[in-house]
C-alpha cells in the first residue's frame, strides 16, 4: 500500500518550508515520493519552493480548486488513480490553508482508491506567531485542521518564546471546543516545537511516525460558502520599497482587515526577481529565480474595492 501524509495547517503557518525538509527526509532514505499540491486557487506560487526536489525519486503533482466541492473530490480522484500507476511509495498532500481534511479520508475509502492508498501521518503545521483574534470561520478552519493530527508541528517557535507557545495552542483548545471536539492538545505531549533548523533524521523519523486521529465535530459549511477568497494581481512591476508601502498599507487598513496572507513573485522595477510572503505579524521578502509574476492576496470576507487601493486584483 502507497501511504499519504496529510500536511496541513492554516494560512501562511510555513507548510510548503516543512515539506522541504520531510521530503529530503524520505529522499535520503531512498524512498520514491511525490508532492501532491492541492490549492483553493487557480495558481500555486508555493511549489516553487520545492522544485530543487524534483528528481528521478520524486514527482509532483497539483490539483485546484475554487470552483466547487465535487469538481475539485472528482479531479483528487482521478490524480490519485493515475499516481498509484508511478511506483510511488510515499504521497505528500500539502492543500491550502482552506481545506476539509475529511475530504481525503471520505476518498481514501473508495473503491478504487483503497486498493493503493492508506493513510499515514496527518500533521497539522501552527504558526507560534497565531494571531489572539480570529473569526469563528477562521477558528473553525483551525480547529477541523488539528482535529485528526497525528502531531501537530509548531512553525517560528524561534522567534516566540514558551508562554506564547502555551497560549496557541489554548486557543486551539479553546476553538475546538467551539466545533464540538472533545480533543484536547498539551504543549508537552501532542506538539513539536524543535525549531525546524534543528532538526535531525531522528526527528523527522520520529514525526513521521505520528500517525492520525479519527475525531468527530460538527461540520460547518465555511469553504463552500464563499466566505475564503484568494485575489490575484498579475505583472506589478515596482520598486521593491513601494511593494513594502502597499504590504504595510493592506495590513493596516481597518477596510482591508479580512486579509490573512500576500504571497507571490514580482519582478522589480530595479530588474529583480523577489519572492514575498507576509502576513501581518511579519514581511519576507527575498531574492529569487525567475518565476511567475503574481501577487496573491488571501482572506475572508474580502473587500476588493478596499484592496484594490493598493493592489489592481482581478
Known amino acids: 500500500m502507497i501511504r499519504i501524509d496529510l500536511i496541513t495547517g492554516f494560512l501562511g503557518s510555513g507548510k510548503t518550508t516543512f515539506i522541504s525538509s520531510y521530503a529530503k527526509h524520505f529522499l535520503n532514505e531512498g524512498k520514491r515520493i511525490c508532492i501532491l499540491e492541492n490549492d483553493f486557487g487557480a495558481i500555486n506560487v508555493d511549489r516553487v519552493l520545492l522544485q530543487d526536489l524534483l528528481g528521478e525519486n520524486c514527482g509532483m503533482e497539483m490539483i485546484v480548486g475554487g470552483d466547487g466541492l465535487e469538481a475539485h473530490q472528482r479531479r483528487m480522484r482521478t490524480k490519485l488513480i493515475a499516481m498509484a500507476m508511478n511506483g ?20 481514501l ?15 497539522t503545521i501552527v504558526d507560534a506567531g497565531l494571531p ?12 477541523s485542521q488539528c482535529a485528526c493530527a497525528g502531531r501537530l508541528i509548531m512553525s517560528r517557535t524561534q522567534l516566540f518564546d514558551s508562554q506564547r507557545q502555551k497560549h496557541v ?31 535531525t533524521g531522528y526527528d523527522l523519523r520520529r514525526i513521521a511516525d505520528s500517525g492520525y486521529v479519527r475525531d468527530s465535530y460538527v461540520k460547518q459549511p465555511v469553504i463552500e460558502s464563499g466566505h475564503f477568497l484568494s485575489l490575484f494581481c498579475f505583472y506589478l512591476e515596482l520598486p521593491e520599497s513601494i511593494l513594502r508601502e502597499k504590504i504595510d498599507g493592506v495590513f493596516s487598513d481597518p477596510a482591508c482587515s479580512g486579509v490573512f496572507r500576500i504571497k507571490g513573485y514580482m519582478h522589480t522595477s530595479e530588474g529583480r526577481w523577489i519572492q514575498v510572503n507576509a502576513t501581518r505579524e511579519a514581511v519576507e521578502i527575498s531574492d529569487c529565480a525567475e518565476a511567475q509574476d503574481v501577487i496573491i492576496i488571501i482572506g475572508e470576507a474580502l473587500n476588493k474595492n478596499a484592496v484594490r487601493k493598493y493592489f489592481p486584483v482581478q
Open 169 to 199: 495552542i489554548s486557543h486551539i483548545n479553546k476553538a475546538m471546543e467551539k466545533i464540538g471536539s472533545k480533543r484536547l492538545f498539551s504543549l508537552d505531549t501532542d506538539v513539536e516545537t524543535l525549531s525546524w533548523d534543528q532538526f
Open 132 to 143: 489572539e483574534e480570529l473569526s469563528d470561520e477562521s477558528d473553525y478552519l483551525l480547529a
Open 88 to 107: 510511488y511509495e510515499r504521497i505528500i498532500v500539502e492543500p491550502s490553508g482552506i481545506f476539509d481534511v475529511d475530504e481525503l479520508f471520505d476518498l
Open 109 to 123: 475509502y473508495e473503491d478504487p482508491i483503497d486498493r493503493w492508498y492508506e493513510m499515514g501521518n496527518v500533521l
